[in-house]
């Protein structure tokens, strides 16, 4: 394992210097700005997006039962990313004037259509959890 | 500042920071981390590979001749890459969530631990910033989104190497931690514990997989047969004139008055002189049909049926030899694809097109009228749209 562990440890610093070669190759100011949003990106995740699902956890969870908090998981699992990843189809930040063929599906009602599947889904794949789980007991709560 | 008051500056900052034993443990811990990390590491490993297959495609001379078969291979990588960087959101996200209170953990205070301490520390620093920032780039880039001063293409690159060097690095770090998880099973086996509410790791775990299978499918599986329509988050639905969508229209790119001119001639020039063609010449010569698809990085592909004249007949009226790179430019006056380089292997290929229609019709305006480049296995920014003049030039 000790082999494995070097032989990963060199590899990976390869890279980073391969990374840092082509960081260099940028102009100052856009290296500059290339930091800026790398640990912009630590500070929103960290800061913001965790500690507000923490959050929401520390809310909701205890008012819930077993099956309920199930229910919960699972739909914040499904939607929770899906909605990070289509931030700029729904926004349509990038859409243009002269091009109808960007951004063109019907985004708006088929994320609401996912999301109210999913809940769907997981509500079902809670209380069928739940059950085979227990047979009677807690779903009730 | 002294010793001391680093020490009470460290007390200080005990007292307020959280504990990291004070999270709720369920569903945390190595045995979630080292499963889904598997499937994250999977997915940037293909996101990593296929995005530097496409930084080589997009050389104007590429250090290994890249092969023109199959035609697909440019729009399989492409779709491969935005996919798997897609599925790593929800992968990446667990995970972190995962080890998220182990950001509080207390640094050691002997010197070599300490060390050893911020090194992995700076490491996992890097890595997290780095894949989000792979992951917000990516995901904006394929929606034509550019919220930064800095040029998508060599960032995203450079970056990528970066992500994939910091993840090398920590599976090293954490390659004992990984075995031990991997061996448990997920759950702790035998009844659970009365009283209970807590969904349990298999829960989370498929719930995550679900969710890495919903974004891929909900958002990229318009190059899928059938999916098309399910594929209701795509940055494009596939339709566009002539059943092609468009990147980039000839009003975007300052042409849209010059491919109506009637005095347009294609020049050609070469080893031996040059030519000039008017467009009924060209649609004179002997024409060659190819279904290739039109594949960008940004995660899109439409396959369809062209027709025109083999750039290779064309280089060579004025002396390419088999041996020369093929150098197309467009009307564009601006712009980082006015441009591109055709590798001699390119030019051979008797399927590289100087493409006089699309569907049987003319170009639209939009897709390059009066000409453009088509060829086999090439990325889509480098199919240069509104060809004025080919070069023949040494490889």
């Given at each position: 394992?000790?082999?494995a562990r070097l032989a990963l440890g ?122 085979s789980a227990h047979g009677r007991g807690?779903?009730?709560? | ?348 290929d008797p399927d590289t097109l100087l ?41």
């Amino acid at each position: 394992m000790r082999a494995a562990r070097l032989a990963l440890g060199a590899l990976g610093l390869a890279l980073l210097a391969t990374g840092a070669v082509w960081l260099l190759r940028l102009p100052l100011p856009q290296l500059a700005a290339v930091g800026g949003w790398v640990a912009g990106g630590i500070v929103v995740h960290d800061g913001v997006l965790v500690p507000l699902v923490l959050l929401g956890g520390a809310l909701v969870g205890p008012r819930l039962g077993r099956r309920g908090r199930g229910a919960v998981l699972r739909l914040v699992v499904l939607v929770g990313p899906l909605t990070l990843v289509a931030v700029p189809v729904l926004g349509r930040f990038g859409a243009k004037a002269d091009n109808p063929t960007l951004l063109d599906t019907p985004a708006v009602p088929g994320y609401v259509v996912i999301v109210l599947g999913a809940a769907v889904a997981s509500g079902v794949a809670a209380r069928r959890a739940s059950r085979s789980a227990h047979g009677r007991g807690e779903e009730g709560r | 500042m002294t010793p001391r008051r680093l020490d009470g500056l460290a007390a200080w900052l005990d007292a307020r920071l959280p504990d990291p034993q004070r999270f709720d443990g369920d569903g945390r811990g190595p045995r979630t981390a080292a499963r889904v990390g598997v499937w994250l590491g999977v997915a940037f490993g293909l996101a990593f590979v296929t995005g530097l297959y496409s930084h080589l495609a997009q050389l104007p001379s590429p250090p290994v001749p890249l092969p023109t078969a199959p035609a697909w291979s440019y729009r399989v990588t492409q779709g491969v890459h935005v996919a798997a960087g897609t599925a790593a959101v929800p992968l990446l996200l667990v995970k972190l969530w995962s080890v998220y209170p182990r950001l509080f953990a207390r640094p050691p205070r002997p010197a070599r631990a300490l060390v050893l301490h911020l090194l992995e520390r700076a490491s996992i620093g890097l890595l997290v910033g780095a894949a989000v920032f792979q992951v917000v780039t990516g995901l904006a880039n394929s929606a034509q989104w550019y919220p930064w001063s800095f040029g998508f293409v060599g960032a995203h690159g450079a970056v990528g190497w970066v992500a994939a060097g910091a993840l090398v690095v920590h599976v090293g770090v954490k390659l004992p931690v990984i075995r031990v998880a991997l061996a448990e099973p997920a759950d702790d086996p035998g009844p659970e514990p009365a009283g209970r509410t807590r969904p349990s790791r298999r829960t989370l775990l498929r719930a995550t997989w679900a969710s890495a299978g919903l974004a891929v499918v909900a958002t990229t599986a318009t190059g899928l047969p059938g999916l098309r329509r399910v594929a209701v988050l795509a940055v494009r639905s596939g339709e566009g004139p002539q059943g092609v969508p468009v990147n980039r229209t000839a009003l975007a790119a300052g042409v849209a008055d010059l491919v109506r001119d009637e005095g347009w001639r294609l020049t050609v020039t070469g080893p031996s002189g040059s030519r000039s063609l008017t467009l009924a010449e060209l649609q004179g010569m002997s024409q060659r049909a190819a279904s290739l698809p039109i594949a960008c990085v940004e995660g899109w592909s439409a396959s369809a049926r062209w027709t025109g004249v083999p750039v290779r007949e064309l280089a060579t009226l004025v002396g390419w030899t088999g041996s020369h790179d093929v150098v197309v430019r467009s009307m564009q006056t601006r712009g980082a694809y006015r441009e591109s380089r055709l590798p001699a292997g390119f030019v051979a290929d008797p399927d590289t097109l100087l493409a006089l229609t699309l569907a049987g019709e003319p170009l639209h305006p939009d897709h390059g009228y009066p000409c453009r480049l088509i060829a086999p296995a090439r990325p889509g920014v480098l199919q240069t749209k509104w060809v004025h003049r080919l070069e023949v030039v040494p490889a």
